[in-house]
């Protein structure tokens, strides 16, 4: 390994995420040097293209050009419902009747006629009252805590929460806390601390339904009551579990009989219902209203466009359906035939059976080495390394989906055991 290679091992994206300097432009620099020396070497797995559609085998480009085609366990299409014909004709059949442009907010003219089934449906599948549609995910997660809370209220936040959700925290909120992953105890004592201090303000609690760098979910029913009793409000984001879980498709939330028991739920369309979209639901219909008016993705961002309302109003009922369930009985045993597979090979495996499978590697440099070996192998992989996991956490994320075979699983626990395998012998020669 020459010089430059092993710089391209060393670094994270944190040692350039706080620039200083008058130069706006020209602080940027030192940033492309070191992402275009991993490019260059084969060792940065992000920014990725698909020449065909997400399927269970597909072709992706790499953003240094080079082309790669393999078994796919990188994309969160987990019922496999990207390519169904009944989804692509629901697509067609919006675009003849609507057009393929919302050209509008929804809180102006926006919506189409799909929009309020598309709403009602989903608030009953979540034996909830109400629901609100936001462009995606993230705008609901930074929706709904920007448009409800204010600068003298307490955001209380698991950790490991989204991206959507604290750089939601960071705009000037000063009572923000936040807990360590699914520590409960710890929750209530902040919680405990906050109410003896401060009777006038409200509180937020904000975890996820299914955390998709560990797989894994808290007690919900625990949480909840915890939130009751300290006059707290609960948020979900059940962004990877909703669909995709469940006897019915109601996430960890159904699993844990908690659906509709819960204060707030949020999430997104991107995993499972085969396109950009996400909500916000609950049973108070004043809140939905409010956040019409003032939470700003919904506002200010134009709606969904008919076509990904059709999308998703045809995947739920998918979802709600014998088939729904027979996908999701698939995933699972899929998720389960990884899960051992890598077990047997030795490897960490974190969490619950899930639609992620997050498979441990330690160092950062591990896994980038392996993942610049996995290309050649034929399987197609996310990894998550630091800060996005704990240093010496370093992993593959991989996501499984219905359509995917036996033989799938099988073919990627063992290239992925070789390529890790290799990685370390590599690293210490
Ligand atoms: C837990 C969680 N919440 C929210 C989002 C944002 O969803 P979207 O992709 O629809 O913007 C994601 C997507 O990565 C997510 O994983």
Redesign the pocket.
Known sequence: MDDKFNASLQGSLLDYSHLTGADLFGRTGDFLAWSDERKRQALWPFTRAHLSPPLTHCTIREQNGEEYKGVNFASQDYLSLASHPRIKRAAINAIEEFGVHSAGSAALMGSTALTQPLARLLAEHLQMEHAILYP??????FGVVTGLMRKSDWIVMDSLA?A?LQTATRLGYKNVKLFPHNALDALGEILHTIRAGDKENAILVVT?GLF?MDSDAPDFAAMQAMCTRYQATLLV?V??DLGSMGPNGGGNLELQGMLGKVDLVM????KTFAS???FVACNSKSVIEYLRCFSSPYTFSNALSPVQTAIILESLHLVREQEGAERRAKLIRNANTLRSRLVEHGIEILGHPSPIVPAVCSSDQVVRLASRHLRHAGVLANVAEFPAVPSGRARFRLQVMSDHTEEDTVIAANAIAACIGRARQELAA
């Open positions: 995606t995910g993230w705008a609901a997660g989204h959507c996820e998709s984001d962004a990877h999430g997104s369309f991107s950009n979209g996400g």
